[in-house]
Each structure stands twice: as C-alpha cells, then as structure tokens.
C-alpha cells in the first residue's frame, strides 16, 4: 500500500518537475534602422558631410543579462593600392620594397559603443571583418616584401591622418539597452561610388545580429558633365583643357600688360 502511495504521487509530480526542467527561450534581438539621407551629391562647394545612423533593438521578450553593445562601420568603394617604403641607398633615398594591396576601402569608419578591444572578439572580428585593419586583409593583399603588415599598418596610418579611415569609440549613443543613433562624418575628399553601412549587435564579445544598408555618392552639376567628359570623349576633353589654360595664361598675361607701369 505504501508502496502504490509514494508511485502515485512520483507519478503526479513527474510533469511539474519536467517541466521545471526545461531551459528558458533564447530572447531573439534584431536592429531596426535607418539613415538621416541615402544620398550624397559632391558639388563644387561640397565641403563634406554628416550621417545619422539611428534605430532601435527589436525583442520578442525582456532584454537577457549582459551589457549589449552596437558597433557602426561605414565603407567606400575600394580599389587596389601599391604601398612602397623608402629606404636610405648610398645616401640617396629611393622607393625600395612595395606590397600590393589589391583592394582596399578608400573610405572606412568605425563607431562603437565602447573599446573595441573590450567589446569585441578576436573570433568575431575575424568573421565579420569589423576593425579597419581585419577589411584589407579579408579584401586580399598580395605579399611582395618582407613584413607586409607594415605596410598595411603604414597605410592606415596615412588614411588616417588625413580623414579617411577612422576609429571613433565610445561615440555611439545607447539609451536603454534599446535606442541607439551615431553620427559619421564624410570627409571633403570622398570617392564617388556606393557605401556600405553595417550595424552590428553584440554580447560578451558576440554578433548577436547584423544589418546592411547603402549610401549612394555622386558627382552632381558641372563636377559630373567635366568627369563624364573626361570618361566618354578624352580626346575632347583635353583639348578643351588645352584651349582653357590657353586661354587663362594669355589673359593673366594681358591682365599684367595693363596693370604695369
């Protein structure tokens, strides 16, 4: 009897225990996004720009335990660059050892919520190609000299300097665990072409989610009739740069006759 009691109340308790049992649903995060402008006209006054990347972290349920973290990359169009070094030669200095890079951004920010290196995985970024230096080596580099990672650290040195590659941490606006926005700004000298933006989500160094949008960049007004020019009809193109300067040079000239004494 006592043994038919304790088996029906194992038996009445089994699926309450079971259930307890069962692990909790994964939350499911996704970015929803957008931009302050999908368009950049480069005129002859474009001084640069700025772009808003705003949006929100979408859940099907209360936010996990961990501190999220939004990281924003923005990339140009990219070509192949040759990286030469010069080194001292019988007292001469001369273009010694080069690697070619076959392509590389001639555009590339990186806005983050926090240090990179904090926030970010070393796995991750090698899957995803999120840091400057992880984009050129995903693009593809060819190795024609000893110690190529100088010369790849050597060009985003000078990319750097003058604006167009730039790591900006701790500049993307978190509200809540939820509403982020961050501002990128576009240098004078952008390439014409297409830009990628990616967002990415992350946790314990990470990618939870990951989003793409573009940005398109065009010459506009007298800057596209003079480049399609230059394009589709060379030949008309610089004899009218001949006749131009011609003509510049013979009116500075008369300009001086008559302002001489």
């Not at 038919?4 to 970015?31: G, K, R, S, W």
């Not at 000893?146 to 701790?170: C, I, K, N, Q, T």
């Not at 992350?202 to 596209?224: F, H, S, W, Y």
């Not at 589709?232 to 500075?252: D, F, K, N, R, T």
């Amino acid at each position: 009897m006592r043994r038919a009691l304790a088996l029906a109340i194992a038996l009445f308790c089994a699926p309450a225990v079971a259930q307890d049992a069962q692990p909790e649903t994964a939350v499911e995060e996704t970015i929803v996004s957008g931009l302050s402008q999908n368009r950049v006209s480069i005129t002859a006054d474009f001084a640069g720009d700025e772009i808003l990347v705003y949006g929100a972290v979408r859940r099907d349920a209360p936010p996990p335990e961990g501190r999220l973290h939004v990281i924003v990359t923005v990339e140009g169009p990219s070509g192949p660059v040759t990286v030469r070094r010069k080194d001292r030669i019988a007292g001469i200095w001369i273009n010694d050892a080069a690697v070619n890079i076959s392509r590389a951004p001639s555009f590339y920010a990186v806005v983050t919520t926090g240090p990179i290196e904090r926030i970010l995985s070393a796995t991750e970024n090698f899957r995803h190609s999120i840091t400057i230096d992880r984009v050129i080596r995903s693009i593809g580099i060819a190795s024609e000299a000893e110690a190529h990672e100088d010369f790849v650290h050597a060009l985003v040195r000078v990319r750097s300097s003058d604006g167009r590659y730039r790591l900006l941490e701790s500049r993307v606006q978190l509200t809540e665990q939820t509403l982020f926005r961050a501002d990128v700004a576009l240098p004078s000298n952008l390439t014409e072409g297409e830009y990628l933006v990616r967002l990415f989500l992350l946790r314990d160094g990470k990618v939870i989610a990951r989003q793409e949008r573009t940005i398109d960049v065009r010459k506009e007004g007298l800057e596209r009739m003079i480049f399609n020019l230059s394009q589709e009809q060379p030949l008309i193109y610089g004899l009218l740069s001949l006749v131009i300067a011609a003509a510049a040079g013979w009116g500075a000239s008369a300009a001086f006759r008559l302002i001489r004494p």
